[in-house]
């Protein structure tokens, strides 16, 4: 399994700022995904970004990739309270059995 | 992107009894399919991976008598949770692999008695 470690564990901001956060890992991947879990509900898939790729956008999220120091960031801007919740990577090799970290857990207060 | 349903979303029971979780992926063939559990404001813990056909491969430290798993078809996979206690209340997530990308389940709640 490939375990991702996400930074800071959590994040407090106003809204309209922008958010941003960590995660490292240790081992090769082909990919490395991001996800959402908002309290008590189940994890929705937000960005894939592959090995060969150092940047990617979708719609408010910026995801980077630095597979030479093992790390990827995430970044959301603008923030809204709606944006509330625990963000996770995972990272995908040649078996891709997908393991989290402890997340971090973003709080934008309104 | 690809659905992956999970049933039932609540489950609360006595201790002692038995407890079945289905999931589902909707629209998409998933040969493999994984199950997590997760304790209030911490990591999703794997506990198996389930293959279509084949028996499940779990991760070390989970009990495959007490967990068992069925993946019946390329679109069902089902978890039972066996003579269930009160350490057995947790969240129980499902996923699906389309592709690259892991689709998960809404989760099940489980709370026993």
């Known amino acids: 399994s490939q375990q991702g470690e996400e930074d800071p564990q959590a994040l407090s901001i106003q809204e309209g700022e922008n958010a941003t956060m960590n995660c490292s890992y240790k081992?090769?991947?082909?990919?490395l995904q991001w996800y959402r879990q908002n309290s008590g509900r189940g994890l929705v898939h937000l960005i894939l970004i592959r090995s060969n790729e150092r940047e990617k956008h979708s719609g408010r999220l910026r995801v980077t990739l630095d597979t030479s120091k093992k790390s990827s960031s995430l970044l959301i801007t603008a923030s809204r309270a709606a944006d509330t919740a625990s963000y996770f990577c995972?990272?995908?090799?040649?078996?891709?059995?997908?393991?989290f970290g402890r997340g971090t857990s973003l709080i934008v207060h309104p | 992107g690809a659905v992956v349903s999970q049933h039932p979303s609540w489950v609360i029971c006595k201790s002692g009894t038995s407890v079945k979780i289905e999931c589902r992926s909707l629209?998409?063939?998933?040969?493999?399919m994984f199950w997590y559990r997760q304790f209030p404001k911490q990591s999703l813990m794997l506990m198996a991976t389930?293959?279509?056909?084949?028996?499940?491969?779990?991760e070390q430290g989970v009990e495959k008598d007490k967990f068992l798993i069925n993946h019946a078809s390329l679109t069902l996979s089902t978890l039972t949770v066996t003579s269930a206690h009160p350490e057995d209340s947790s969240f129980y997530i499902c996923?699906?692999?389309?592709?690259?990308?892991?689709?998960f389940g809404p989760g099940t709640r489980l709370l026993v008695l």
């Open positions: 389930s293959n279509e056909g084949s028996k499940a491969t779990y």
């Open positions: 629209d998409f063939q998933a040969t493999t």
């Open positions: 995972a990272t995908g090799g040649g078996s891709y059995i997908p393991t």
């Open positions: 081992t090769s991947i082909n990919n």
């Open positions: 996923s699906g692999r389309e592709k690259e990308t892991q689709y």
